[in-house]
Nanobody, 120 residues
């Protein structure tokens, strides 16, 4: 299973970015997809999760500013971020919980990370 994220970049405070992530290598739709972020020296923190039924969960620091969505037909997850703040600067990692066969439980998979930098 591979996760390929895109959409990071540099933006001014108050601006917006949209991250995308494609999950490949499994014929099953991920039961859970989401985004985490990490700043050097800090633990990786939850940004947002979305279940296969559309139920969402957000980290406190992004609630009301970020929106997560998914396309189950393409095994993609998106993160619309606005308005962005300098404290949102981090490496953002795509995440998926997905099974690869009917005979084994779902496993956790991570993308390579994409840098988001918000200037003040």
């Amino acid at each position: 299973v591979q996760l390929q994220a895109s959409g990071g970049g540099v933006v001014q405070a108050g601006g917006s970015l949209r991250l995308s992530c494609t999950v490949s290598g499994s014929r099953f739709s991920p039961s859970l997809m989401g985004w985490y972020r990490q700043v050097p020296g800090n633990q990786r923190e939850l940004v947002a999760h979305i279940k296969d039924d559309g139920t969402t969960n957000y980290g406190d620091s992004v609630q009301g500013r970020f929106t997560i969505s998914r396309d189950n037909t393409k095994n993609m997850v998106f993160l619309q971020m606005n308005p962005l703040k300098p404290e949102d600067t981090a490496v953002y990692f795509c995440y998926a919980k997905v099974r690869t066969t009917l005979f084994r439980p779902s496993a956790d998979y991570w993308g390579q990370g994409t840098q988001v930098t918000v200037s003040s």
